[in-house]
């Protein structure tokens, strides 16, 4: 806006938006818009008040050039960060400290780095949970069960081997919680999908387009994957997200709000 307005004091966002590639800022822009516009729409459609539709948070992924941002895809596919993958990674961390439910949507590159973000954010939310782990009752029990029955062959003692089955029941613990954490307070939908395995840690809904060459090519997914977590909601068209996967991100967000009001 222009003047610049400010939000309210611990505003935080419900719905946020991440672009693709060669998307230039007044584009990216209006992607954002655009998913504004579908959210009051599919609002509407969904009896909810004004009020009640969320306003979107766009964060702007950069558009440095064809050869730059295709650089950037690989860089990311390789599990590097960028201040766009921080950006992400810091709005699913602030959705679990404050226990604000936020939709994540990404497209097409964004994809890339929100996954990205949710491996970071899921690593330093089971951080925090660790120490608990180590000192949890159940933990420490199970580790020393699991010392006794133990045969190395290698001379360890029960004793021994309870140190090393505690820091590993702790972690499982401490990566449980934080799975849980994120799943209650983030919700995940890459459209244009062009991450070809995305984290199995929490739920996430695809939504992917049968004539989309991205996903296609670079963001397949196998639906029956073992353990995913993920879903999977087919449209129709190619990978612009403004004509093909605006209104379903935001049916998706509307029907999520609505199940989080559900008594």
């Known amino acids: ?13 419900t719905v946020t938006h991440i672009n693709g590639m060669m998307v230039k800022p007044n584009s990216g822009l209006g992607s954002a818009i655009r ?15 004004a009020a009640d539709v969320p306003q979107v948070l766009y964060t702007y992924s950069a558009h440095r050039g064809f050869v730059t941002d ?11 960060d960028d201040d766009a993958t921080d950006r992400q990674t810091q709005i699913m961390l602030d959705a ?3 226990q604000h439910r936020t939709t994540v949507s990404a497209h097409s590159r964004g994809t890339i780095k929100t996954d990205n973000a949710v491996r970071n954010a899921h690593a330093e939310i089971s951080k925090g949970h660790l120490d608990a782990g180590l000192t949890d009752p159940t933990v420490v029990a199970n580790a020393r069960d699991a010392a006794r029955a133990a045969d190395t062959g290698l001379g360890l003692s029960p004793a021994m081997l309870e140190h090393v089955y505690v ?11 934080a799975t849980e954490e994120m799943d209650r307070y983030v919700q995940l939908i890459y459209a244009g999908n062009a991450v070809q395995f995305p984290s199995a840690a929490v739920n996430l809904n695809l ?5 989309d060459p991205v996903t296609i090519s670079v963001g397949k997914y196998f639906r029956r994957a073992t353990g995913s977590k993920t879903k999977m909601t ?12 605006a209104g ?8 999520d709000l609505k199940a989080q009001k559900a008594p």
């Open 1 to 13: 806006y222009d003047p610049v307005r400010p939000m309210p004091p611990g505003w935080l966002p």
């Open 35 to 49: 998913l504004q516009q579908e959210l009051e729409r599919a609002g509407a459609d969904g009896a909810l008040l």
């Open 70 to 80: 295709l650089a950037e895809c690989i860089w990311g596919k390789l599990y590097q």
């Open 96 to 98: 679990v400290a404050n």
């Open 167 to 177: 820091r590993l029941f702790a972690q499982e613990r401490a990566d449980r919680v």
């Open 207 to 211: 939504v992917v387009a049968g004539s």
């Open 234 to 245: 087919d449209v129709d068209g190619g990978h612009g997200f403004n004509s093909n996967y």
């Open 248 to 255: 379903t991100v935001a049916d998706l967000i509307i029907a």
